[in-house]
């Protein structure tokens, strides 16, 4: 079965906006199940930390300036950078490790 | 305010958002040209979805030719942190809103969009959603279709450097409330762990990426939740 580049497209956009509208039109009283309130906090760690480790060390051309990289993230995520200036950090410095890795 | 200095307000307070949208997101355009999809479809699937995890988790299902029901799970499981967003953003509109705003308001709950819209003082008018949605799907959609056009003629040291530039946001969101809360700490810890494991260990590394992310996000989710239940 061949699938349509489309079709994925589809059911990825219904599938998240459904999620996107479903509480703000549907659901108007407060969630009473403790465990579910809790299990709905913890799931964007988990699951940004498992998409995150250990893809990440494969993301660019050597493991050696990925994983300098993502030093250079965890740093600057842990003083509090904003979205864009870990993400461009991160970035830059892959960037200078493979030119100092490659005169090597 | 009137509608219109909302909608101004919004698209001023949506810049920062775009910018770091353009940089993200021509990540994930070189990304979705690497497997193939061409600009338009890219785009497309940007202007449709606009959510980094979730875009970037269906790569890999779309790359591996996964089944659309195994899509389908992953995109609810990846996104289902929005469902806590438009609950908390529903307190935040008059009860009067009419539904098609709440419609409208939804298209744009994002992490960085949901932040600056709880943020502000009293009720959320749509209309500073909106224009707040406008501006960072801009940012969002030309980066990607640039990133899937033009990655191609990047020199390729450029293009592994942003190849790390999505992981990188991804910690920048999840960092900050790990130094603050432990649970939170052992949480993402226990995620990487679990992920390395099913990844390189025999058997469990069969699974397709995206039944990983699933599997591993319901395990240490619920183990969190269970161990160190929420208060309020």
Known sequence: MTHSVYLYILVMAAVTYA?????????????????????????????????????????????SSACIGFAAALILAFRRQSLIVVACGASATVLIAELILGFM | ????????????????????????????????????????????????????????????????????????????????????????????????????????????????????????????????????????????????VLGASAGAILPQRLISALGIALYGMFIAIIIPPARESRPVLITVVAGMVAATIFTYAPVLRALSGGMRIIIVTVLVAGAAAYIWPVEN
């Not at chain 1, 969630?31 to 060390?57: E, N």
């Not at chain 2, 890219?42 to 875009?55: E, F, P, Y």
């Open chain 1, 19 to 63: 999620i996107r509208a479903l509480p703000l039109t549907l659901i108007r009283k407060e969630i009473k199940s403790k465990f579910i309130r809790s299990f709905l906090y913890y799931v964007p760690f988990a699951t940004l930390a498992a998409m995150t480790f250990p893809a990440i060390i494969t993301s660019t051309d050597y493991v």
């Open chain 2, 1 to 144: 305010m009137t509608n219109k200095q909302n909608f101004l307000q919004g698209m001023k307070n949506g810049i920062p958002i775009c910018l770091g949208y353009f940089a993200v997101s021509f990540a994930f355009g070189i990304q979705a040209a690497d497997i193939n999809l061409s600009p338009f479809q890219a785009g497309l699937l940007s202007l449709l979805n606009v959510t980094s995890a979730g875009q970037f988790a269906g790569l890999a299902v779309i790359a591996s030719a996964g089944s659309y029901i195994e899509m389908a799970i992953l995109q609810a499981i990846v996104n289902l942190r929005y469902l806590l967003m438009s609950a908390a953003l529903s307190q935040k509109l008059t009860p009067e809103t009419p539904t098609f705003h709440r419609l409208g308001i939804a298209y744009g709950v994002t992490d960085e969009i949901f932040g600056i819209s709880v943020m502000r003082k009293g009720a959320l008018s749509p209309y500073f959603s909106y224009g707040a949605t406008l501006v960072s799907v801009f940012g969002w959609v030309s980066g990607t």
